[in-house]
T-cell receptor
Framework: LAKTTQPISMDSYEGQEVNITCSHN???????ITWYQQFPSQGPRFIIQ???TKVTNEVASLFIPADRKSSTLSLPRVSLSDTAVYYC???????????FGSGTKLNVKP | AAGVIQSPRHLIKEKRETATLKCYPI?????VYWYQQGPGQDPQFLIS???????DKGSIPDRFSAQQFSDYHSELNMSSLELGDSALYFC?????????????FGPGTRLTVL
């Protein structure tokens, strides 16, 4: 499984765009990049998944360069309620287990 | 929409006791996963079941066992509890071959071992 590296923490202010980058140098051909969000004492929640280029949904965008060795989760106009831990996972398609590395603790300030 | 149900939500046990955690997956989901998250730590994969058969095993202690029943609900049995077993235990479910790797997590069971 590809190892991922993310910043331990980030600070932002309400209304700003936040970009969290994840490095995964050993990503394999059949790996997908998936991001989860976790609030304290709650289960992780799926945010977005992609394989290459750009993926966008109603809450975030995921940018993946051509070499796929990194990815960037973009959260537009964050609010206080976006304060959470964000995990980047690299898993093969239909893999049956997730290994959560150290996520990024995002702190949104007023 | 229906979500993953876990029971109980909170459980307090003494050392060396046993505990059983239950998980009811989202209807029609065929795969169940168990994760353990200690205080201030990241979720750790324990074990998963697909169509009632164990499909993958992670860092699950030998004192723990789990199974998935015919109605797809799953139980995590924990024996000889230790103080270090105090954690949040999450169950997640998914539908295999749905075209994406999305696992839906339950609210968790907070186990406290005294």
């Amino acid at each position: 499984l590809a190892k991922t590296t993310q910043p331990i923490s980030m600070d932002s202010y309400e209304g700003q765009e936040v970009n969290i980058t994840c490095s995964h140098n050993n990503i394999a051909t059949n790996d997908y990049i998936t991001w989860y969000q976790q609030f304290p004492s709650q289960g992780p929640r799926f945010i977005i998944q992609g394989y290459k280029t750009k993926v966008t949904n109603e809450v975030a965008s995921l940018f993946i360069p051509a070499d796929r060795k990194s990815s960037t989760l973009s959260l537009p106009r964050v609010s206080l309620s976006d304060t959470a831990v964000y995990y980047c996972l690299v898993v093969p398609y239909n893999f049956n287990k997730f290994y959560f590395g150290s996520g990024t603790k995002l702190n949104v300030k007023p | 929409a229906a979500g993953v149900i876990q029971s109980p939500r909170h459980l307090i046990k003494e050392k060396r006791e046993t505990a059983t955690l239950k998980c009811y997956p989202i209807p029609r989901h065929d795969t169940v996963y168990w994760y353990q998250q200690g205080p201030g730590q990241d979720p750790q994969f324990l074990i998963s079941f697909y169509e009632k058969m164990q499909s993958d095993k992670g860092s699950i202690p030998d004192r723990f066992s789990a199974q998935q029943f015919s109605d797809y609900h799953s139980e995590l049995n924990m024996s000889s509890l230790e103080l270090g077993d105090s954690a949040l235990y999450f169950c997640a479910s998914s539908l295999q071959f749905a075209g994406y790797n999305e696992q839906f997590f339950g609210p968790g069971t907070r186990l406290t071992v005294l």
